[in-house]
C-alpha cells in the first residue's frame, strides 16, 4: 500500500496491465443496480419518452404545464388487429350486397370490414373518382369556386390534430359504459333472424331513450298531398325524394361497405346527418355531406367514426324498444324480445370495432409523416362527429376535445391559409359547437376568453367569401326594418347573407349572445351583477334583433299568400327559400294559403325572445322571478312562437282536465318530517330541505314523468319534426319560466318530441327542467301547521349546473 493507491496482482505475482486491472477491480466490486424509473402507463407522450410518472392531469399533465409542452395523450386499448392490408379484399359487383327494405339481413362481419385500403391513399385525390357515383346534384362545379393557394400546415401541427383525435376516440369509447375492453369484434350471427335491422326514419324514432313512449298524433286533412305546386315545397316529401337507392348503392360500392356496415353509414346519413345539418332537404345531395362523402372515401378514421356515429343511433333505438317491450307487457313477446337482444348486441360491439378502426387509422396517418399534411380535413371533421358524439355524455371530456381542434382552426385563422369546403364546414360546426357549450356551461366555467369570442364569433358571423358560403348553403339574405322615430315611418332594408342557416339565426342575434358571454364572464370574476348599463345595451340589441326577417316577422310566422315565398303566390317575382325554411302544418282547420309557415324566422324569433328572458332572470343579470310581471309578460308573448307547432286539442281543456293538471304540475309535497330538515328561516318563512331528501323527492317526480302519468294525446296536438333541435336551449329557458300547468304541458310535450327523435342530450332539458318545477312546490308543514316554502337558491343552479354535457346531440 502505497499513499491511497493499490496495485493487483495475479496469482503469479506478475503486476496486471492497467485493462486487466480494470476489469478486474470492477468483477470483484459489488453490483450496483440502478433502480427503474416508474412511469405511467397512461401517462403523456412527453412523460413516458423520459420515462418519467406522470400525474395524468387534464388536459395537460403538471410537468408539461411547467415546461410549456405539447402534453398529449396516447391511451392504450385491447383491440384485436383491425387494419387489414393493402390487398384486404376485393369488392364483388353484385347488387345483392345491399340490402333492401324488408330483407334478411346477413351479419357475419368481419372486424375490420371497414378498414378499406384507401388509407394508403389518404394522399391521394380522389375527387374525379368519387364525380362519377356522386348525385348530380352535389358534384362541384369547379368553375364555381376557386381556393386560393395554400399554405402547408407543419406536421408537428397535424400530428398534434390527430394524436388528441385518438385520445378523442379513447374518451368515447370509455366513455359508454356498456363498453368492455374484451370486446373486440362482431361476432358470427349467421343463420339467426334478426328483424328490423333497417335504420328508422329520424321522424319515425317513435319511442325516447329514457323509457318513455309519446303518442304519435294522427293530423287529419281534406287535401290533397301529393298536389305538385305544394309538394314542391314542402320539406319533407323532398326529403323522401331524395332517397336514391341507385345513387346511395354506387356510394356502398365506392365505400366499400358490408352489408351491416350500410345499414349504420345509412343511419348516420338518415339520422346523424339531420342532427349535425337540420336544415339539409336531401339526404345525400347537399354540398354538406357531399364534403363528407368526399373525405370518406379517401380517410378510413373519417368512414369509421361515422360508422360509429350511425350505430349509436341504432343502438339507443333497439335499447328503447326493449325497454318499452318489458314495460307495456307482461308476457313480451319472447321472439320479438330475442330479436331485440340480439340487435342491441350487433350495434355496441359494432360500434366498438368502428372506434378500434378509427382508432388504429389514425396511429397509422401519424407514422407516415411524408403525407400527413393531406390528414388535416378529415381530422377535422372526424373532431366533429366524435366530439358532438361525446357532448351527451355525462362528463367534461368534450371540453378538452373541443379545444384541441379549435386551437387548430384558430391557427389556421391567423396564418390566413387556403379556405376550402371542409374547413369552412368545420369552422361553423366548431362555432356552434362553441356556442352550444358557453350558452350551456356553468357561468362559473372559466373556459371562456376574449381572444376565443374574437375567433368563433365575428359579427359578421362569416368563416369564408360571402359567394362560397351561399353556395354552401351557409347564409341567406333576409329584411331589415328601419324605424324613423320623428315621422314613425318603416323602411324595408336588405340584409345580404346575415341569416346564418347552420346555427339558426343572425347577426344581430350573435352579437346579443357575445355580449350575454362576455357580461357574465366579468360578473363571475368580479362577484358583482353584470353592470346595469351593459343590461340596457343588451335590451338595446334585442330589439334590433327583432327587426329582422325573411319570409314574416310576427308569431306564429305564417307566410302571407301575398309573400312572394309562399307556394301559391302567383306574381313574376316568385322566389323559393331554402325547403329547410318552410313548415307545412297539416291541420284541418287551416286553409292551404294559411298552412306555411317560416321556421327560419321562428328559430331567430325564439332564440332572441330567450336571451331576453335569460337577461331578465338569470341571477347574474337581472335576476327577476318567474313570477314577476314584466317576466310574465315577456314570456307569454314569447310563448305564441310554438303557436303552430303545438296547440290544444279542438275542444279545449274541460274544467275538470284543468284542475287535474294543476294537481299534477303545481300541486304542493308537503314534508313534515324534522329529520329532513337543515335550518328554518322564520323571518322570511323559508326552509332548507337536505340534498338527500331533495334527490329523493326529484326523482320519484321524474319517474312520475317518464312513466307517463300524463296522456298528452288528450290535451294536445303537435307537429314537430327533428328541426326542434336547433331551438333545445330556448325550450329549457321557456320552462324555468312557466308557471302555470298549461304552460308546463306545452313546453314538457316539446323537450319529451326532442327525446323522440333521437336528441339524448334531451335529457338534460328533462331533467333539469323536472327538478325546477319539482323543488318549486316543496313545503315543509311544522307541528303548528305552519307551512314553509323551500329557500330559492335552487332557482340559481338552474343556470349554473351545467358542468357535464351540454345541448347539441
Known amino acids: 500500500m502505497l499513499g491511497s493507491k493499490s496495485i493487483v496482482v495475479d496469482s503469479a505475482d506478475r503486476p496486471l496491465t492497467k485493462v486487466e486491472a480494470r476489469k478486474s477491480t470492477h468483477a470483484k466490486a459489488p453490483i450496483s443496480r440502478r433502480k427503474r424509473r416508474k412511469y405511467s402507463r397512461n401517462g403523456c407522450l412527453s412523460c413516458k419518452k423520459r420515462k418519467i410518472k406522470c400525474d395524468e392531469k387534464l388536459p395537460a399533465c403538471s410537468r408539461c404545464s411547467r415546461l410549456h409542452l405539447d402534453c398529449v ?333 379549435k386551437q387548430f382552426l384558430k391557427d389556421h385563422v391567423d396564418e390566413q391559409k387556403c379556405i376550402t369546403p371542409a374547413i369552412i364546414l368545420s369552422k361553423y360546426l366548431f362555432s356552434t359547437l362553441e356556442m352550444s357549450a358557453w350558452i350551456f356551461s356553468s357561468s362559473s366555467s372559466p373556459t371562456i376568453s376574449s381572444e376565443d369570442l374574437k375567433v368563433w364569433l365575428p359579427i359578421p358571423l362569416n368563416h369564408g367569401p360571402m359567394n362560397e358560403l351561399a353556395r354552401l348553403g351557409m347564409v341567406y339574405d333576409g329584411y331589415r326594418i328601419e324605424r324613423n322615430e320623428e315621422t314613425g315611418s318603416q323602411t324595408l332594408l336588405p340584409a345580404m347573407g346575415e341569416f346564418k342557416i347552420y346555427v339558426g339565426f343572425t347577426d344581430d342575434v350573435l352579437n346579443i349572445v357575445k355580449h350575454v358571454i362576455i357580461a357574465r364572464g366579468r360578473a363571475n370574476e368580479t362577484k358583482q351583477p353584470v353592470d346595469p348599463l351593459m343590461v340596457c345595451k343588451i335590451f338595446g340589441l334585442v330589439e334590433r334583433a327583432k327587426n329582422f326577417f325573411i319570409m314574416a316577422n310576427q308569431a306564429p310566422f305564417t307566410i302571407p299568400i301575398t309573400s312572394k315565398f309562399h307556394p301559391l303566390y302567383e306574381g313574376v317575382d316568385k322566389t323559393k327559400a331554402p325547403l329547410g325554411g318552410y313548415y307545412h302544418v297539416l291541420r284541418k282547420c287551416l286553409s292551404p294559403s294559411d298552412s306555411w309557415f317560416s321556421y327560419f324566422d321562428f328559430c331567430n324569433q325564439i332564440r332572441t325572445d330567450a336571451l331576453h328572458l335569460y337577461v331578465l332572470v338569470s341571477s347574474s343579470f337581472v335576476g327577476a322571478p318567474p313570477d314577476n310581471k314584466y317576466v310574465r309578460q315577456t314570456f307569454q308573448n314569447a310563448l305564441k312562437d310554438v303557436g303552430f307547432l303545438i296547440w290544444f286539442c279542438d275542444q279545449g281543456l274541460q274544467a275538470q282536465d284543468g284542475e287535474s293538471l294543476e294537481k299534477y304540475y303545481n300541486s304542493d309535497i308537503i314534508i313534515t318530517d324534522p329529520n329532513d330538515v337543515d335550518n328554518i328561516a322564520f323571518e322570511n318563512n323559508t326552509v332548507r330541505i337536505s340534498l338527500a331528501k331533495r334527490n329523493e323527492i326529484c326523482s320519484k317526480c321524474l319517474k312520475d314523468t317518464l312513466d307517463l302519468k300524463i296522456d298528452y294525446s288528450k290535451y294536445v296536438s303537435y307537429q314537430i319534426d327533428h328541426r326542434i333541435c336547433m331551438v333545445q336551449w330556448c325550450l329549457l329557458i321557456f320552462g324555468y319560466c312557466c308557471i302555470t300547468a298549461r304552460e308546463k304541458l306545452v313546453i314538457e310535450c316539446m323537450v319529451m318530441r326532442l327525446l323522440q327523435v333521437g336528441i339524448e342530450s334531451g335529457r338534460f332539458s328533462l331533467e333539469k327542467l323536472n327538478r325546477v318545477w319539482t323543488l318549486r312546490r316543496i313545503r315543509f308543514r311544522d307541528m303548528t301547521g305552519r307551512l314553509f316554502r323551500l329557500e330559492q337558491e335552487f332557482n340559481d343552479s338552474f343556470f349554473m349546473d351545467h358542468e357535464n354535457g351540454f345541448l347539441f346531440t
Not at 376485393?90 to 339481413?105: C, F, K, N, R
Not at 320539406?235 to 360500392?253: C, E, M, Q, T, W
Not at 337540420?278 to 379517401?298: H, I, Q
Not at 396511429?363 to 411524408?370: A, F, I, V
Request: aromatic share 8%.
Open 73 to 405: 395523450y396516447y391511451r392504450v386499448f385491447k383491440f384485436q388487429p383491425a387494419l387489414k392490408d393493402e390487398e384486404g379484399k376485393d369488392i364483388e359487383d353484385d347488387s345483392h350486397l345491399w340490402p333492401t327494405e324488408g330483407q334478411e339481413v346477413p351479419t357475419n362481419v368481419s372486424s375490420g370490414s371497414a378498414a378499406i385500403s384507401v388509407s394508403e391513399n389518404s394522399g391521394r385525390n380522389e375527387s374525379s373518382d368519387l364525380a362519377e357515383i356522386l348525385p348530380p346534384a352535389i358534384r362541384m362545379d369547379s368553375s364555381a369556386y376557386t381556393p386560393p393557394a395554400s399554405t402547408s400546415f407543419s406536421a408537428e401541427q397535424v400530428a398534434t390534430l390527430l394524436a388528441d383525435q385518438e385520445l378523442l376516440v379513447g374518451d368515447v369509447l370509455a366513455a359508454d359504459e356498456h363498453y368492455q375492453e374484451d370486446i373486440v369484434s362482431i361476432p358470427s350471427l349467421v343463420g339467426s333472424d334478426i328483424l328490423g335491422l333497417q335504420d328508422p326514419d329520424i321522424q319515425d324514432f317513435a319511442n325516447s331513450f329514457l323509457n318513455l313512449e309519446v303518442p304519435k298524433i294522427v293530423i287529419e286533412t281534406d287535401r290533397d298531398l301529393e298536389s305538385a305546386a305544394l309538394s314542391e315545397y314542402d320539406f319533407h316529401i323532398n326529403l323522401a325524394k331524395s332517397a336514391d337507392p341507385v345513387a346511395a348503392g354506387r356510394i356502398y360500392k365506392a365505400l366499400r361497405l358490408s352489408p351491416v356496415e350500410i345499414i349504420h353509414f345509412r343511419s348516420f346519413v338518415k339520422n346523424v346527418h339531420l342532427v349535425l345539418n337540420p336544415f339539409d332537404s336531401t339526404y345525400l345531395g347537399s354540398p354538406f355531406m357531399e364534403v363528407f362523402l368526399r373525405n370518406a372515401a379517401k380517410s378510413s378514421y373519417l368512414l369509421n367514426s361515422m360508422l360509429a356515429s350511425g350505430a349509436r343511433y341504432l343502438l339507443e333505438r333497439a335499447r328503447s324498444d326493449k325497454r318499452c317491450c318489458l314495460r307495456d307487457s307482461d308476457m313480451p313477446d319472447s321472439e320479438y324480445l330475442s330479436n331485440l337482444t340480439k340487435q342491441i348486441e350487433l350495434h355496441e360491439k359494432s360500434r366498438t370495432v368502428y372506434l378500434s378502426n378509427c382508432f388504429k387509422f389514425l396511429r397509422h396517418s401519424l407514422e407516415r409523416p411524408e403525407k400527413i399534411s393531406l390528414e388535416v380535413e378529415s381530422a377535422l371533421l372526424t373532431s366533429l362527429i366524435l366530439t358532438a358524439d361525446l357532448s351527451s355524455y355525462p362528463d367534461k371530456r368534450w371540453n378538452i376535445h373541443l379545444k384541441g381542434a
